[in-house]
């Protein structure tokens, strides 16, 4: 199974550093989402799996070879970095023709990808004539050429429109499940709980956390349960006896945290107290994410 | 594998529109430029002293083109790398050809060709057009085969290639259209002007530089300042291939 390791990988520019010791690995038959805040080095991680940018120190390999030492690259890693690295002059078919031909790929894969993107009605307009969702789905088409076993996509759904980013995310899963190795990167965590099984955090260019989408959600503090009884006054005063921790929600509601679900329908029942809603809310991600990296942001606004 | 790159580096290049205009330029300035330049020759050479008239060169006369498609050459190889750092293509490039001089040697091949063929073109069609209207007027012309006309005409066309790959050189170190092109002018239009300002030592220098020394080759009457002006040339090729060096050493240790 090909799978890209990386290992100890440090990038200096100058007295900055941009990516500090990180090692991870991606799995086959998986997305695994590449998280962090912008700025936090995953773009220069990406360049360095594909060699465009030398490490200063650490190594990366793609099935335990560097990029450069694979024979045919395109054939084992397809990656989108940037949707407008392309030139606008040029027809999409010649653009994808250009590529598969310095790979030795056939002709009739730029029909393949084009079709599988969608892109087959424009494919002989100019790049410069896309819409960004064409241009990203064009990047994508470049990256399927070889059908490679890995897949590296840095920030795809950024800027599209509802119905690009549901093909982006239904494309991944797909890709997974032909047992493909596929990175994602994404400052957004909510994009990835929708994509991803396995997440990479990184934040400074440091690795926060290395664990499944699951795992990360369930290590993240109690949900809290939100409430609406009768006489939320009177039900919150027992609520706080039991132990728990009562804030006021919209309405009449109350959002509590400390109990579980299950607990506090016990309390009701055992006090007489009339429910009227009883909902766990999941830990948010977002919340999840922000508590993790809310010391490694780059630059942070002033909350008012 | 080499073959692949260089396959992929004409896909590149033929199907941008660029290409295609930046050639019809060169013709159309070419038969142009030549026209104006040779079409009004009888007034001047009728006012020639008999000495002048041993110097008068029909075959440089319909070769002057080169002043201006030596420009046109340089934007034809600066777009070759220029282009693709200046959209981020040249980081596709390298995902499918990791190996840097692989992908740079591609390039300057394919434009070396094209700049070696549109070059002799262009300078066959010049000196053809330039003869016929010289001939027209009743002065002397030149035929292919003069002595000597068949090598300017032919180094001439080498002449303008280099150039080209003196661009594709500049264009990679600066990574930039504009600073590229800017030094190119520096280097060939700029410099030959303020020659006369510069240190002894730099003059030397002069006698291989493009517009100077390396245009020996256009003549044909012998000019005693350069008396072997294929290695005037050839020792502009030098200073290019020096330039290309730099070019393949940077390009292979920098990030894109």
């Not at chain 2, 083109?65 to 390298?94: D, H, K, N, P, R």
């Not at chain 2, 002799?120 to 330039?130: A, E, I, P, R």
């Not at chain 2, 290639?161 to 800017?182: D, E």
């Amino acid at each position: 199974m090909t799978r890209i390791e990386v290992r100890g990988l440090t990038k200096r520019y100058g007295h900055d550093t941009a990516v500090d010791d990180l090692s991870f690995t991606v799995e086959a038959g998986q997305v695994t989402g590449f998280l962090g805040p912008n700025g936090a080095g995953k773009s220069t991680t990406m360049k360095m799996v594909l060699g465009l940018a030398a490490p200063t120190s650490g190594s990366v390999t793609i099935g335990g070879r560097r990029y450069r030492d694979l024979p045919v690259p395109l054939t084992e890693v397809g990656a989108l970095l940037d949707a407008g690295a392309v030139h606008p002059g040029r027809r999409a078919c010649d653009h994808l023709l250009a590529l598969a031909a310095g790979a030795g790929l056939p002709r009739r894969r730029v029909g393949e990808v084009l079709a599988r993107t969608g892109l087959e009605p424009v494919a002989r307009r100019r790049a410069g004539e896309f819409s960004l969702g064409m241009r990203q789905r064009l990047g994508i088409a470049g990256a399927l050429l070889g059908d490679p076993r890995v897949l590296m996509f840095d920030e795809p759904v950024n800027g599209l429109d509802p119905e690009g980013i549901r093909w982006i995310r239904g494309l991944m899963r797909s890709l997974a499940a032909e047992g493909r190795a596929v990175l994602v990167s994404s400052h957004l965590m909510n994009e990835m709980a929708q994509t991803a099984d396995h997440l990479v955090v990184i934040g400074r260019g440091r690795l926060i956390a290395d664990t499944s989408v699951t795992e990360f959600l369930n290590g993240r503090g109690e949900g809290a349960v939100l409430v609406r009884a009768e006489d939320p006054a009177a039900f919150a005063l027992r609520l706080t006896a039991a132990g728990a921790v009562v804030r006021e929600g919209t309405g009449s509601a109350v959002v509590v945290s400390g109990l579980t679900a299950e607990e506090i329908g016990r309390l009701a029942a055992c006090h007489g107290a009339v429910l009227s809603e009883l909902t766990p809310q999941r830990p948010s991600l977002e919340d999840a994410f922000m508590e993790l990296t809310g010391d490694s942001v780059e630059f942070q606004g002033v909350s008012a | 594998m080499i073959a692949r790159t260089v396959r992929s580096e004409w896909v590149k290049l033929r199907s941008l529109r660029s290409t295609w205009y930046t050639l019809a330029c060169l013709f159309g300035t070419g038969v142009g430029i030549t026209s104006l330049a040779t079409g009004q020759v009888a007034g001047q050479y009728g006012d020639l002293s008999e000495a002048e008239r041993l110097a008068w060169d029909p075959t440089a006369r319909g070769l002057i083109v080169y002043i201006v498609a030596q420009l046109v050459f340089g934007v034809l190889g600066t777009l070759v790398v220029t282009s693709e750092f200046a959209t981020g293509l040249v980081q596709s490039s390298l995902a499918v050809t990791p190996h840097r001089t692989r992908l740079l040697a591609a390039k300057v091949v394919v434009a070396a060709v094209v700049a070696v063929v549109a070059g002799q073109v262009l300078m066959f069609v010049s000196f053809l057009v330039g003869q016929a209207l010289i001939a027209g007027q009743g002065v002397p012309s030149a035929r292919l085969g003069d002595p000597g006309v068949l090598s300017a005409v032919m180094g001439g066309g080498l002449y303008l290639a280099a150039i080209a790959l003196l661009a594709i050189g500049l264009g990679t170190l600066m990574r930039a259209t504009a600073g590229a092109l800017t030094t190119l002018v520096g280097i060939v239009f700029l410099v030959p002007g303020m020659a006369g300002l510069f240190p002894a030592w730099f003059q030397g220098l002069l006698d291989f530089w493009p517009s100077q020394g390396g245009a020996a080759i256009f003549a044909t009457v012998p000019d005693p300042a350069h008396p072997h002006p294929w290695l005037n040339l050839g020792g502009m090729c030098l200073g290019i291939a020096a330039v290309l060096v730099a070019a393949f050493v940077v390009f292979e240790r920098r990030d894109v």
